[in-house]
């Protein structure tokens, strides 16, 4: 089992800039890959970006591409997602994912965190 627990959601005006993390506990050996997905009120869940174990490789989503930064600290169990640019449209819960391998549909991931709430004003 893996718990993760999001963290540093909240609300930035558009332009901004927001940093939300998540804390991973359990067997993450057995998901290496970390992701986030968002889901905005009346959509399905989306995919944002993924990294895998070593960081050597990270995927975005072409919505947020240039635009947001994921990294990871396995010392510290932790990953990260850096928002730049903030849009409106980015506003959703922001969830944490694990799963075996990058991939862009929650099918893939097998643990979830709870989310965190990003809003952007316009």
């Known amino acids: 089992q893996v718990q993760l627990v999001e963290s540093g959601g909240g609300l930035v005006q558009a332009g901004g800039s927001l940093r939300v993390s998540c804390a991973a506990s359990g067997r993450t050996f057995s998901s290496p890959v970390m992701g986030w997905f968002r889901q905005a009120p009346g959509k399905e869940r989306e995919f944002v970006a993924a990294?895998?174990?070593?960081?050597?490789?990270?995927d975005y989503a072409g919505s947020v591409k240039g635009r947001f930064t994921i990294s990871r600290d396995n010392a510290k169990n932790t990953v990260s997602l850096q928002m730049n640019s903030l849009k409106p449209e980015d506003t959703a819960v922001y969830y944490c994912?694990?799963?075996?391998?990058?991939?862009?549909?929650?099918?893939?991931?097998?643990?979830w965190g709870q989310g965190t709430q990003v809003t952007v004003s316009s």
């Open positions: 994912a694990a799963g075996p391998r990058i991939a862009t549909v929650t099918e893939s991931y097998d643990y």
């Open positions: 990294i895998t174990w070593s960081g050597e490789r990270a």
